[in-house]
Every structure is written in C-alpha cells, then in structure tokens.
C-alpha cells in the first residue's frame, strides 16, 4: 500500500482548502475519483480524519491508499454472456469454472483478461496494444465485486475510476441488492429466516472460512421456495458480503450447498456435481444515471439439470 506524508505550505495566505482537493489539485497523487476507488486513508496532525476536512497551511498530513489494479493484464478474446454494457460499465452473466482476476497460477482466461480485450477492441485499440504500444491509460477493467471461480451469474465490472468508485459504494454502503439461489442438501426447518454470525478464516485450514465469535458480522436472508425429499431449492440474499459468506452459512445451517467441495461432503445422489450456488439478480444504479437498474442472469444448465433429475426421481447427474 502506498504512503506519503506531507506538510501543507502552498495555500493561499489565510485560506483553507479541501483534502481531497488538495490531494488532486496540488499534490497531484491521485485524481478525486481514484481517491474513492483506491480508498485513500487520511491523518490530519496525526489524527485519522475524512476527505471533505478542511486543510491549511502547516497541517501534517499522512496518506495511504490501495495500490491500482495490476498492470499485466494480457487482453484475450474470450466470449462473454453480455447482459447490459454502455462505455463506462459491463454487466455479464459469469460462468462457473472463471477466475475473475489474474493471479499466482491464473494468468490468462479470467474475466478480467476477457473484460479488457473487450474494452479494447470497443474503442479499436486491440492493435496498439498488440504491437508494444503499452497499457491504455483508463481502459483497464475495474473489478467492483467478485464471485468465487464455482459460482456462476450476475457481475458488474466497471470501465473507469469513477464509475468503479461509483458502483463499488453501492456495495460499500449495501444498497447494492444481490440475490442468489442454490440447491442444497437436506430440508431446513424453518421456510424462511435470516442467518447472523460473525465469520474469519478458519484456523485449521486457511483455505476455508468458518463461524466464530472473533470474525466480521455477516448476515444472510434466505427462503426455500421448492423441497424435494433430500434437496432443497434455495433464495439467498446477503446483507454482507463476507468471503464465502452464503456456503457458511447454509453449512452452518446445516444444510450445506450441493456440489461445495470445500464446505460438504460428496453427495451420494449427485457425487458429479459442482457447486450448486448462481448470483440470480443484481439491482444496483449505474453511473450517470438516478434510478436503480434490476439484471437477471436465467438458471445455468447444472442448476437445471438437476432439478429435472430431482422432480423425476432420477439421480446420480
């Protein structure tokens, strides 16, 4: 994470000017939407402070703020299932088995090598970026939120700065509105209820996260709305957005979802099956615009298909 610290001494005489202007127009660090989008810190005189604060001459400031998305991200032409896109956000229906962002192992096919080809090519520049011309300063995907590489549906990424510091406070603040459905093993004895817990990593494997008393508040909405005699169809709305937040929490409910490898066991009827989980609807205001939008991303085929099996009484898909 980047740091600076800096005395202020080029306001005008008697004057006072706001921190995050400052940042932009004198310092010139960082412009007033990456201050958003990479979530600069601020201390006043040593004392942790918002952005809107007024600053003068003499003020000490400390500043910290996210590094930027990587730069190495290798454009490919992957095809994508497009549910809305205008030149400053992309909405898509993410298959399951997609990374989202490039790392250790994960260079190439994920959505944001797929998302920046895309870009590219919308403002027909595939071809300086081919022959070495360098990164497109402001074309780079914005990851807003992310989905696990099993969990398939609704995502926004965003096209530049401001429009990712626009979307990603709508997750912030949770006004964003997310719903899920996934399939899950055994009935739940209450139809409806809402899951509250407090979720961290879990000690015995890093790779997984579990209830404890020493994690983040996280809160889940659900409400099974089709039962069979094993499985259950199931609506999920988070209120938080925890790392594996709803696979917890259904496994802490005690019906885990269909197909987790992580938070289940192998499912004697389904011992095929991949994880049961699709972000169905996002609801979210899109930048520019006043009115919130609703995006529905239709069942995969995984999630059909089983329901078939099950409605038939006919296993092992």
Same mark, same amino acid.
């Given at each position: 994470m980047p740091a600076f610290s800096h005395t202020v001494s080029d306001i005008l005489p008697g004057g006072g000017m706001r921190l995050d202007r400052y940042i932009a127009e004198n310092l010139r660090l960082l412009s007033r939407s990456q201050i958003k989008a990479r979530e600069l810190k601020a201390a006043v005189n040593g004392r942790e402070t918002k952005i809107s604060r007024m600053v003068k001459n003499g003020d000490t400031l400390e500043l910290s703020w996210k590094e930027a998305e990587p730069l190495n991200i290798i454009p490919e032409n992957i095809p994508l299932d497009i549910l809305y896109e205008d030149e400053r956000a992309v909405v898509l229906n993410k298959p399951q088995g997609m990374v989202v962002h490039p790392g250790a192992g994960n260079?190439?096919?994920?959505?944001?090598?797929?998302?920046?080809?895309?870009?590219?090519?919308?403002?027909? +520049?595939?071809?300086?970026?081919?022959?070495?011309q360098g990164p497109v300063p402001g074309l780079r995907p914005g990851i807003v939120h992310r989905l696990d590489k099993d969990t398939s549906g609704v995502m926004i990424a965003a096209y530049d700065?401001?429009?990712?510091?626009?979307?990603?406070?709508?997750?912030?603040?949770?006004?964003?509105?997310?719903?899920?459905i996934a399939i899950a093993r055994g009935i739940p004895a209450e139809k409806k209820g809402r899951i509250e817990t407090h979720i961290a990593?879990?000690?015995?494997?890093?790779?997984?996260?579990?209830?404890?008393? =020493?994690?983040?508040?996280?809160?889940?909405?659900?409400?099974?709305?089709?039962?069979?005699?094993?499985?259950?169809?199931?609506?999920?709305?988070?209120?938080?957005?925890?790392?594996?937040?709803?696979?917890?929490?259904?496994?802490?409910?005690?019906?885990?979802?269909?197909?987790?490898?992580?938070?289940?066991?192998?499912?004697?009827?389904?011992? =095929?099956?991949?994880?049961?989980?699709?972000?169905?609807?996002?609801?979210?205001? +899109?930048?520019?615009?006043?009115?919130?939008?609703?995006?529905?991303?239709?069942?995969?085929?995984?999630?059909?298909?089983?329901?078939?099996?099950?409605?038939?009484?006919?296993?092992?898909?």
């Amino acid at each position: 994470m980047p740091a600076f610290s800096h005395t202020v001494s080029d306001i005008l005489p008697g004057g006072g000017m706001r921190l995050d202007r400052y940042i932009a127009e004198n310092l010139r660090l960082l412009s007033r939407s990456q201050i958003k989008a990479r979530e600069l810190k601020a201390a006043v005189n040593g004392r942790e402070t918002k952005i809107s604060r007024m600053v003068k001459n003499g003020d000490t400031l400390e500043l910290s703020w996210k590094e930027a998305e990587p730069l190495n991200i290798i454009p490919e032409n992957i095809p994508l299932d497009i549910l809305y896109e205008d030149e400053r956000a992309v909405v898509l229906n993410k298959p399951q088995g997609m990374v989202v962002h490039p790392g250790a192992g994960n260079r190439r096919g994920t959505l944001a090598n797929a998302l920046y080809y895309r870009k590219l090519e919308r403002n027909k +520049l595939v071809e300086a970026e081919a022959h070495g011309q360098g990164p497109v300063p402001g074309l780079r995907p914005g990851i807003v939120h992310r989905l696990d590489k099993d969990t398939s549906g609704v995502m926004i990424a965003a096209y530049d700065d401001e429009a990712l510091a626009f979307l990603a406070e709508q997750f912030k603040s949770r006004t964003a509105k997310k719903t899920y459905i996934a399939i899950a093993r055994g009935i739940p004895a209450e139809k409806k209820g809402r899951i509250e817990t407090h979720i961290a990593r879990d000690p015995r494997d890093r790779k997984r996260f579990a209830v404890t008393p =020493q994690g983040k508040i996280a809160v889940t909405r659900y409400a099974v709305i089709k039962t069979w005699s094993t499985h259950s169809l199931i609506l999920l709305r988070p209120k938080t957005g925890r790392t594996h937040q709803l696979r917890v929490h259904l496994r802490y409910l005690g019906h885990p979802i269909a197909g987790d490898p992580l938070y289940g066991s192998a499912d004697p009827l389904f011992p =095929q099956a991949s994880l049961m989980l699709h972000a169905r609807s996002l609801a979210i205001m +899109l930048p520019g615009e006043d009115k919130e939008r609703l995006f529905r991303a239709n069942l995969p085929e995984r999630f059909t298909a089983m329901i078939r099996s099950l409605n038939h009484g006919v296993h092992g898909v």
